[in-house]
T-cell receptor, first 115, second 110 residues
Framework: NAGVMQNPRHLVRRRGQEARLRCSPM?????VYWYRQLPEEGLKFMVY????????ESGMPKERFSAEFPKEGPSILRIQQVVRGDSAAYFC?????????????FGEGSRLTVL | DAKTTQPNSMESNEEEPVHLPCNHS???????IHWYRQLPSQGPEYVIH???SNVNNRMASLAIAEDRKSSTLILHRATLRDAAVYYC???????????FGKGTHLIIQP
């Protein structure tokens, strides 16, 4: 049973370009969470999605960031017009149900570098 | 922001037990206590979670204070592979996203 798969593992973008990060949850999991980790910092929650629905986006920046989890295919975190401050590791996690009492399974992360 | 408090770092010797403390004084009655760890350049890994009773699994034990305002993660016999940042989390005030603080950087000496 494959774990949470994220790609790309490393992404380099110039300022103003777009970054798309993909996350395939574990088989049978329909809940996906995105986190961002700045260098030497802890993880910050960004968004929680179920298939075709955004459940909680309280951690998402108001502009340039969006996330989706379509009926078919991986979840996508999209960052438009990237700036240097977007350089970070972005982690995706999945769970079979709502997270409050259970375990989250994390991917290896996507490391975005903005030049 | 994280509502839990942990020491920034701890050091232990290989093959000795390690007790990692965490204060969660604002935890509500229905919030679970979760522990995750993050090895260098990897995603966080679930360790253990509990509500009121002490919990044991193959990785660790979780001792929860009677008033639930603190807990201790116990690694019974630390190995070099246990060197990681350990995060203690509560439900973050009911939000669906777990709130991670800076955690405790555990250093294991051979």
């Amino acid at each position: 049973n494959a774990g949470v798969m994220q790609n790309p593992r490393h992404l380099v973008r110039r300022r103003g370009q777009e970054a798309r990060l993909r996350c395939s949850p574990m088989k049978g999991h329909s809940h996906v969470y995105w986190y961002r980790q700045l260098p030497e910092e802890g993880l910050k929650f960004m968004v929680y999605l179920q298939k075709e629905n955004i459940i909680d986006e309280s951690g998402m920046p108001k502009e340039r960031f969006s996330a989706e989890f379509p009926k078919e295919g991986p979840s996508i975190l999209r960052i438009q017009q990237v700036v240097r401050g977007d350089s970070a590791a972005y982690f995706c996690a999945s769970s079979p149900g709502r997270r409050n009492t259970g375990e989250l399974f994390f991917g290896e992360g996507s490391r975005l570098t903005v030049l | 922001d994280a509502k839990t408090t942990q020491p920034n770092s701890m050091e232990s010797n290989e093959e000795e037990p390690v007790h990692l403390p965490c204060n969660h004084s604002t935890i509500s009655g229905t919030d679970y206590i979760h522990w995750y760890r993050q090895l260098p350049s990897q995603g966080p890994e679930y360790v253990i979670h509990g509500l009121t009773s002490n919990v044991n699994n193959r990785m660790a034990s979780l001792a929860i204070a009677e008033d639930r305002k603190s807990s201790t993660l116990i690694l019974h016999r630390a190995t070099l592979r246990d060197a990681a940042v350990y995060y203690c989390l509560d439900n973050g005030g009911g939000a669906d996203g777990l709130t991670f603080g800076k955690g405790t950087h555990l250093i294991i000496q051979p």
